[in-house]
């Protein structure tokens, strides 16, 4: 049974960071990019950021360049999220996904979805 | 503001076949890049419902179906259900961006 668990939201104070966790299960997580999606209330869905199976490439959208940075740790089957600087147009659920495209430079469609972990910014 | 471009919003009776279109440029669809699609039902993670323009997952209903042409891809359902009442999105990748792109989603209604 495929299973991404998400974890590391809270409710944090604007300028301060957060790390979020996504734990995988039940697939081969070295094969696959992950990324990181993630969706304020009430809106669609934005793309933040990937990285390829083994870590070698990383890319970013615009909008968080410079502030989050995305990494993984194959031995534990984990994917992280740095979120520095926070804003409050950062609050959103953030959701991690699997992608047999493991390079990072196009996508084979994201199979493998989490729950999500809330994040929101508030002082 | 997506790069993909969809209808905020679509509707259709039980039973009758409804299309969402998705529109983008030659850096992502027109470049071949495939398209993919989601459903999200309410309070619900994203389901991929469409891989590689016209693929469908194990165990997706194949009322549902994707085409692509040109810069332009599209979604169409038949027989609709009350259960396919969600938000629906498309998906690409853009070589300008070096990034993935999400359309700004389509809510369906089943009336």
């Known amino acids: 049974q495929v299973q991404l668990v998400e974890s590391g939201g809270g409710v944090v104070q604007p300028g301060r960071s957060l790390r979020l966790s996504c734990v995988a299960s039940?697939?081969?997580?070295?094969?696959?990019?992950m990324h990181w999606v993630r969706q304020a209330p009430g809106r669609g869905l934005e793309w933040l950021a990937v990285?390829?199976?083994?870590?070698?490439?990383?890319f970013y959208a615009n909008s968080v360049k410079g502030r989050f940075t995305i990494s993984r740790d194959n031995s534990k089957k984990t994917l992280y999220l740095e979120v520095n600087s926070l804003r409050a147009e950062d609050t959103a659920m953030y959701y991690c996904?699997?992608?047999?495209?493991?390079?990072?430079?196009?996508?084979?469609?994201?199979?493998?979805w989490g729950q999500g972990t809330l994040v929101t910014v508030s002082s | 503001q997506s790069v993909l471009t969809q209808p905020p919003s679509v509707s259709g009776a039980p039973g009758q076949r409804v299309t969402i279109s998705c529109t983008g440029s030659?850096?992502?669809?027109?470049?071949?890049?495939?398209v993919h699609w989601y459903q999200q039902l309410p309070g619900m993670a994203p389901k991929l419902l469409i891989y590689?323009?016209?693929k469908r997952p194990s165990g997706v209903p194949d009322r549902f179906s994707g085409s692509q042409s040109g810069t332009s891809a599209s979604l169409a359902i038949t027989g609709l259900q009350a259960e396919d009442e969600a938000d629906y999105y498309c998906?690409?990748?853009?070589?300008?961006?070096?990034?993935?792109?999400f359309g700004g989603g389509t809510k369906l209604t089943v009336l």
């Open positions: 996904a699997s992608d047999r495209g493991g390079t990072g430079t196009t996508t084979l469609g994201f199979a493998y």
């Open positions: 039940g697939f081969t997580f070295i094969d696959d990019a």
């Open positions: 990285i390829s199976y083994n870590g070698g490439n990383k």
């Open positions: 030659s850096s992502n669809i027109g470049a071949l890049y495939d």
């Open positions: 590689a323009n016209t």
């Open positions: 998906q690409s990748y853009d070589r300008s961006l070096s990034g993935v792109l």
